[in-house]
């Protein structure tokens, strides 16, 4: 069996830049066991395999997205990876294309400057004491942080964009916390907000861009700063930038991608 995969970098204008995304077509589903083999042989931090839904009236595919070590509820820049290979790959007509996924609906558009625009949730996030292992494991987290239930991710907001550039978490004591993974944010000095975000719980020690957490990262920074379009940046180091709204109960995340690979997997 072949099976065409494409990798492409998401949330950049360059190759090498931004969050590499492998994207594997599907005619119908493989087992879970294969998805997540395929993941992990691609060792980057998400495989998205969609399959089309001809006829769903609400979706045009069903996407699911893996990372090396498990399956995730959502995940950004490897469904904007998955909207770019549709688009530019198989031809895709229609200004928007439509997902079903774990989080619900989401849908990507094609703006009229080229960028991509994902519609996903605004992500619930409870305000609590910041556990200690989180404490711990990195110096300047403050006593106050954010949980998110949809993903089980913590938020922990730190004082400016140096201290989020210069963080250095304790990845083993962040696994032990038995959940996704570590959202930290700080305002921004070119931009509103400045984000990384480490999920050994997933399996990945530091995600180079991140487009679900701004699920998160949106609503609280917009009620923060008074206002609903933000651009924001990854600062990690291949780092990415996007532009974002809050609107309601959704949110708009936007980026640019770059195409890297094209080629096919062989199975047994």
């Known amino acids: 069996m072949t099976q065409p995969l ?22 119908q589903w493989l087992p879970d066991n294969v998805m997540l083999s395929l993941a992990m042989e691609n060792n980057l931090s998400e495989t998205a ?3 089309p839904l001809p ?21 950004g820049h490897a469904t904007l990876a998955s909207a770019w290979v549709i688009f530019n790959k198989f031809g895709w007509d229609d200004e928007r294309i439509r997902f079903h996924s774990k989080s619900g609906p989401l849908s990507v558009r094609q703006a009229d400057d080229g960028w991509l625009v994902l519609d996903f949730p605004n992500l619930a996030f409870e305000k609590q004491p910041a556990p200690a ?9 403050p006593e106050t942080a954010f949980y998110v239930p949809n993903d089980t991710n913590y938020m922990v907001v730190l004082d400016d964009e140096t ?16 959940n996704q993974g570590l959202i930290i944010t700080a305002p921004g000095t070119d931009c509103d907000f400045v984000s990384r975000y480490f999920a050994p719980g997933a399996g990945i020690d530091e995600d180079p861009v991140t487009g ?27 780092g990415g930038v996007l532009r974002c709204e809050l609107k309601g109960d959704r949110v708009d995340i936007a980026g640019q991608a770059a195409f890297y690979l094209e080629g096919s997997v062989h199975l047994p």
């Not at 990798?7 to 590499?20: K, Y």
């Not at 201290?163 to 304790?170: G, S, T």
């Not at 957490?213 to 990690?236: C, D, F, M, T």
């Open 6 to 27: 494409y990798q492409v970098d998401a949330f950049t204008s360059r190759i090498f830049g931004g969050n590499p995304a492998a994207v594997m077509p599907l005619e």
């Open 55 to 75: 006829d769903d009236e609400d979706a045009d595919f069903h996407i699911r997205w893996f990372t090396p070590g498990t399956e995730v509820p959502l995940c």
């Open 212 to 238: 679900s957490i701004h699920s998160v990262l949106v609503p609280y920074w917009a009620e923060k700063l008074g206002k609903n379009r933000l651009e924001a940046r990854q600062v990690s180091a291949r």
């Open 163 to 178: 201290a989020v550039q210069a963080a250095q978490p304790d990845i083993r004591k962040l696994k032990q916390l038995g």
């Open 133 to 141: 292992l989180i404490r711990e494991a990195l110096e300047s987290a």
């Open 49 to 51: 395999f969609f399959v």
